[in-house]
């Protein structure tokens, strides 16, 4: 099947990238591991936002939301321990089931959502009336063309004798 039209693809896609992001952040956050500024964690979003609408023209199938979802997670976390300021000793195992655990999250809800979207999308197209196909022409297009004939004739063809008057000098 087709996917619905370009814009709505993105959009799609942004959700994945946004929720990817939000909850890679979530999982690192809660696992003790310190945030930076505001500023660099919504960009950083954005940045895994624009990545992803890259697949924008693919389904997004179970196995492909967890590359890009654990690719995603992996991305985020290496980027948030490079920005961090400060440096403690966060357990390994920890932050590791955080990641999984927002992984595995994030995978399933939007499995579904996608799963639905889809075949939502499906079924709607399948009672809309589809496109008809042009006739094919069996003549050539005849079109009335009406000549404007004037009133009266004009003869652009005469030499003219007049002029300007001899004495004038």
């Given at each position: 099947?087709?996917?619905?039209?370009?814009?709505?693809?993105?959009?799609?896609?942004?959700?994945?990238?946004?929720?990817?992001?939000?909850?890679?952040?979530?999982?690192?956050?809660?696992?003790?591991?310190?945030?930076?500024?505001?500023?660099?964690?919504?960009?950083?979003?954005?940045?895994?936002?624009?990545?992803?609408?890259?697949?924008?023209?693919?389904?997004?199938?179970?196995?492909?939301l967890l590359l890009?979802?654990?690719?995603?997670?992996?991305?985020?976390?290496?980027?948030?321990?490079?920005?961090?300021?400060?440096?403690?000793?966060?357990?390994?195992?920890?932050?590791?089931?955080?990641?999984?655990?927002?992984?595995?999250?994030?995978?399933?809800?939007?499995?579904?959502?996608?799963?639905?979207?889809?075949?939502?999308?499906?079924?709607?197209?399948?009672?809309?009336?589809?496109?008809?196909?042009?006739?094919?022409?069996?003549?050539?297009?005849?079109?009335?063309?009406?000549?404007?004939?004037?009133?009266?004739?004009?003869?652009?063809?005469?030499?003219?004798?007049?002029?300007?008057?001899?004495?004038?000098?």
């Amino acid at each position: 099947m087709t996917l619905p039209s370009a814009p709505l693809r993105r959009v799609r896609c942004g959700a994945v990238g946004m929720t990817t992001g939000a909850l890679a952040v979530l999982a690192h956050s809660s696992a003790d591991g310190h945030m930076p500024d505001a500023g660099l964690v919504f960009s950083l979003v954005a940045l895994l936002t624009w990545a992803v609408s890259g697949l924008a023209r693919y389904e997004l199938t179970p196995a492909r939301l967890l590359l890009i979802v654990g690719g995603g997670q992996l991305a985020m976390h290496l980027m948030l321990e490079l920005a961090s300021s400060r440096y403690d000793h966060v357990s390994v195992e920890r932050m590791t089931a955080a990641h999984v655990v927002a992984t595995a999250v994030v995978v399933g809800v939007l499995a579904l959502a996608e799963r639905t979207v889809l075949g939502l999308a499906r079924a709607l197209a399948s009672l809309l009336p589809r496109k008809l196909t042009p006739f094919m022409a069996t003549a050539p297009l005849a079109v009335p063309v009406h000549r404007h004939v004037p009133a009266v004739p004009v003869v652009l063809d005469v030499l003219s004798w007049r002029g300007p008057p001899a004495e004038q000098a």
